[in-house]
């Protein structure tokens, strides 16, 4: 994986609008990473896919992270401050798809982790129970009761849930809760941190921020968009100050 330019970038960014998550996600992965195949991609795990995002995050805008929420309490609004150690959960590694197996007293279910692919397959149903079912049938791969094989729809609701359970252990980067206190109250929560939304409203501003550069660029001096765009943000910044002061 290699670091992404300011063109590539915006090219990413102008594609990626009306696009859904998990696409967006695809497209910075296969753009970072040329020498990975796009199949090998769209099977890493999602917490694998989220530990190379915030990697890549990390190369594009620094260690530092920061959010705005709104206390569920008191509703006093919060900046929050926090660094990507803190939402690091394991590091980016390319595995090989595993199968899994979890066994509770007579029930054994074999099982994989959900990739994008399946979120893809989920993607059009907004009804969240039915997206969690066609989940869950395509992430299990068998299931028995005594030897004797079941169908999901047989599985014990204790079951699904300990799947689940067991997926989340697995897969800590798919699901990363972030612990929250309110100054104003102490009140204490978790809010779930979501690398894909929170690094694309990142590069959305970012996008907004360099063009409108560009146009005070390009009027200023009659550059052409790639050739601002490829500068060191260090030099456009200059530039930039150069302009406004003259
Ligand atoms: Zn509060």
């Known amino acids: ?19 859904p998550s998990w696409s967006k996600a695809m497209r910075l992965l296969t753009t970072a990473c040329p020498e990975v195949s796009v199949d090998m991609l769209t099977q890493l795990s999602i917490g694998q896919r989220d530990a190379m995002l915030l990697t890549l995050r990390e190369w ?20 929050l ?11 980016p590694q390319l595995e090989p798809v595993e199968k899994f197996s979890l066994s509770l007293a007579e029930y054994q279910v074999s099982f994989r982790l959900p990739n994008s692919l399946d979120m893809m397959a989920i993607a059009t149903h907004k009804q969240p129970e039915t997206a969690q079912q066609l989940l869950l049938e395509r992430c299990i791969l068998a299931a028995a009761h005594n030897s004797e094989n079941l169908s999901l729809h047989q599985l014990p609701s204790h ?8 997926m989340t252990r697995i897969d800590p980067q798919a699901n990363v809760p972030l612990d929250t206190s309110c100054p104003a109250c102490s009140h204490e929560w978790q809010l779930v941190f979501d690398i894909v939304s929170y690094f694309w409203s990142e590069i959305n501003a970012w996008a907004y921020r360099i063009l409108r550069d560009v146009h005070t660029l390009a009027a200023a001096y009659g550059w052409r968009e790639s050739d ?3 500068m060191s943000p260090r030099r456009r910044q200059l530039y930039l100050e150069m302009v406004v002061n003259r």
């Open 60 to 79: 594009t805008f620094g260690s530092q992270l920061a959010s705005q929420t709104t206390c569920p309490n008191c509703g006093e609004p919060l900046e």
């Open 228 to 230: 601002i765009l490829t």
């Open 159 to 166: 079951m699904i849930d300990a799947v689940m359970a067991e």
């Open 81 to 91: 401050n926090f660094n990507v150690a803190d939402v690091r959960m394991v590091s």
């Open 1 to 19: 994986m290699r670091s992404l330019s300011a063109l590539e970038l915006l090219n990413i960014w102008e594609w990626g609008h009306n696009q």
